[in-house]
Structures are given as structure tokens and as C-alpha cells.
């Protein structure tokens, strides 16, 4: 199987800038999408953004102009780019990638989590 490695996080003050990364290795035939989900103490997680292998991307509606993911395939790396945060956004930050092992195996894997903590 491929693994997802994290890095990045930390803490900040509201309005600061934090970034993740997502490292992934192993067996890959292709990755046909990257992204990162959250999860907030008593809350659901949620899809905060994804990039597809085109380019496609996708936001959660309360991170757009702040957030911005992108992709570098020749490293299988996928980052997130977190300016303006908010308390809200406080959260543990997982990666998630939907991984083809072979062109008929599909492996979903997530990443360890990296906590963002954003004080008032």
C-alpha cells in the first residue's frame, strides 16, 4: 500500500498563515485526487479542499480566498496553504488520497493528522 505523511501545523494567532503538507510514497501507479478533511473537537469532519490529477479543485465554502491547495506530481505532494485563519478553523488536519495501485486497484489512504490551532 502507499502511506500519506503530514507536515506542518502549528498554532498562530487569528489572521495569521499556517501550512500543511502530504507527502505520499509507495506502490503508485496514479493519484487521482488529493485533499484534506478536518475535524474540530465535537464536530463533524468535513472536506475542507481536494485537487483532482486535471487540475480541478474544490473548497469548502468557509475557507474560499483564503485556502489555496495545490499539487506537485513529480513528488506526490499535495499542500495546503492556510492565510487568514480564523479561530474556526481550529482543528486536526488530515490528509486524504485516493490512490491507484494498479489500473484495477484503488487504495484510500489517509494521513496521520497535524493539529492547526488558531487563538483569538
Not at 463533524?44 to 486535471?54: P, T
Amino acid at each position: 500500500q502507499a502511506q500519506l505523511v503530514e507536515s506542518g501545523g502549528g498554532s498562530v494567532q487569528a489572521g495569521g498563515s499556517l501550512s500543511v503538507s502530504c507527502a505520499a510514497s509507495g506502490s503508485i501507479f496514479s493519484i487521482n485526487a488529493m485533499g484534506w478533511y478536518r475535524r474540530a473537537t465535537g464536530k463533524q469532519r468535513e472536506l475542507v479542499a481536494r485537487i483532482i490529477s486535471g487540475g480541478s479543485t474544490y473548497y469548502l465554502d468557509s475557507v474560499k480566498g483564503r485556502f489555496t491547495i495545490s499539487r506537485d506530481n513529480a513528488k506526490n505532494t499535495v499542500y495546503l496553504q492556510m492565510n487568514n485563519l480564523k479561530p474556526e478553523d481550529t482543528a486536526v488536519y488530515y490528509c486524504n488520497a485516493l490512490i491507484m495501485l494498479s489500473p484495477s486497484v484503488t487504495s484510500n489512504q489517509w494521513g496521520q493528522g497535524t493539529q492547526v490551532t488558531v487563538s483569538s
